[in-house]
């Protein structure tokens, strides 16, 4: 998959919920509610898909929460993700990202189509919103390379970005 003709990667600016990735195709963003710690959330995730390699950013607005609702919404975030994996065994790793304190995952188990699957991500919360930047998919899929370049081309800023995808 690295530098075959599937990929083909395009810096995304998305002012809306500030940030800027390089996604390995033209990303779609949708927003869902979701239902996380008792509560109902709005969940804005911005997508790509490459055969059957999910690449995503997907934000929170935690706006009304205390730091440790935020936190617990993170990990309930994580487990809501890992939660498409049966069967999952879970590394799981403090680190920091993008310059912020974050909670790395690297699960692996198997999906709803009975395929051995992973999920790779960063959990991790920033001017009040909690943000997920992962890749989910067959697990034969993944490339040590392409998740680097994925993980790499994403960094958080400020209102200088615009939308477009």
Do not use: P
């Given at each position: 998959m690295g530098c075959s003709p599937e990929l083909n990667w395009r810096v995304v600016n998305n002012h809306e919920l500030q940030f800027k990735a390089t996604f390995p195709d033209r990303p779609v963003q949708m927003a869902r509610?979701?239902?996380?710690?008792?509560?109902?959330h709005v969940l804005t995730l911005q997508a790509?898909?490459?055969?059957?390699?999910?690449?995503?950013v997907g934000a929170i607005s935690v706006n009304n929460e205390s730091v440790t609702e935020q936190h617990q919404l993170k990990q309930a975030l994580y487990?809501?993700?890992?939660?498409?994996?049966?069967?999952?065994r879970v590394q799981v790793q403090d680190t920091v990202?993008?310059?912020n304190q974050a909670?790395?995952?690297?699960?692996q188990g198997g999906l709803p189509n009975q395929v051995a699957g992973r999920l790779m991500?960063?959990?991790?919360?920033?001017n009040d919103t909690?943000?997920?930047?992962?890749v989910l998919g067959p697990a034969s899929l993944f490339n040590e390379q392409v998740t680097q370049q994925w993980f790499k081309g994403f960094d958080l800023n400020s209102s200088?970005?615009?939308?477009?995808g």
């Open positions: 509610e979701v239902r996380l710690n008792n509560a109902s790509a898909k490459v055969d059957d390699l999910m690449f995503a487990s809501s993700m890992s939660s498409n994996l049966t069967n999952h990202y993008v310059g909670m790395y995952v690297d699960v991500g960063y959990f991790f919360i920033k909690v943000y997920e930047v992962f200088e970005y615009s939308q477009e």
